[in-house]
């Protein structure tokens, strides 16, 4: 069965960096676009970035300058990296890969935490 496998995430004080993955099983990423997302308690899912087959990236104005998303083909796997992280950035995060116009795989999610 076709997945998302994410990875990463964690508590992190104000200020520092993580990294999160997104890896394919049984499909390849290459000619998907790949989205980030984040949802935090008691507000909507919103847009953080993605990157699509042409390595084409768009990131939402709350992350542009200190998030920074890529694709390893040759891993099956897509990456993003946080710094300069903000308590507002604390969510849970999910990637999803999209072959043409709807996101049909989804990653488990993963908490990031922005405290002191």
């Known amino acids: 069965q076709a997945q998302l496998v994410q990875s990463g995430g964690g508590l992190v004080q104000p200020g520092g960096s993580l990294r999160l993955s997104c890896a394919a099983s049984?499909?390849?990423?290459?000619?998907?676009?790949i989205g980030w997302f984040r949802q935090a308690p008691g507000k909507e899912r919103e847009a953080v970035s993605c990157i699509s087959s042409d390595r084409t990236t768009y990131y939402a104005g709350s992350v542009k300058g200190r998030f920074t998303i890529s694709r390893d083909n040759a891993k099956n796997t897509v990456y993003l990296q946080m710094n300069s992280l903000k308590p507002e950035d604390t969510a849970v995060y999910y990637c999803a890969a999209s072959p043409r116009n709807s996101y049909d795989y989804w990653g488990q999610g993963t908490q990031v935490t922005v405290s002191s």
């Open positions: 049984r499909f390849t990423l290459e000619d998907h676009t």
